[in-house]
């Protein structure tokens, strides 16, 4: 069973920082991963992935403010969230992607004001 656990979130101001991390029971390396989210109303999106082959991929309304990574260490795939507007206001899900099949983790609230 993949588990991915995801922390991090919280209430920051406009213009502030957070980093999100997501834990999984995987070696999140050898698969695709990324970060996507749901603002109230909204369907769930894409915030920035990374493929198999580690090609990363950004939506255009974080690029250059978001940074995603993955630690070999600790199994985690990371989200650094510079330059936060209030638009990036949703609940955050880590997914990953193994035999064809996608897994996501209860998701974190990150809540930004204005």
């Known amino acids: 069973q993949v588990q991915l656990v995801e922390s991090g979130g919280g209430l920051v101001q406009a213009g502030g920082s957070l980093r999100l991390s997501c834990a999984s029971s995987?070696?999140?390396?050898?698969?695709?991963r990324g970060w996507y989210r749901q603002a109230p109303g909204k369907e769930r999106e894409p915030v920035a992935r990374i493929s198999r082959g580690g090609t990363t991929i950004y939506a255009d309304s974080v690029k250059g403010r978001f940074t995603i990574s993955t630690d070999n260490a600790k199994n985690t795939v990371d989200l650094q969230m510079n330059s936060l507007k209030p638009e990036d206001t949703a609940a955050y899900y880590c997914?990953?992607?193994?035999?064809?099949?996608?897994?996501w983790g209860k998701g974190t609230m990150v809540t930004v004001s204005s």
């Open positions: 995987i070696t999140i390396s050898r698969n695709a």
């Open positions: 997914n990953a992607q193994m035999d064809g099949v996608d897994y």
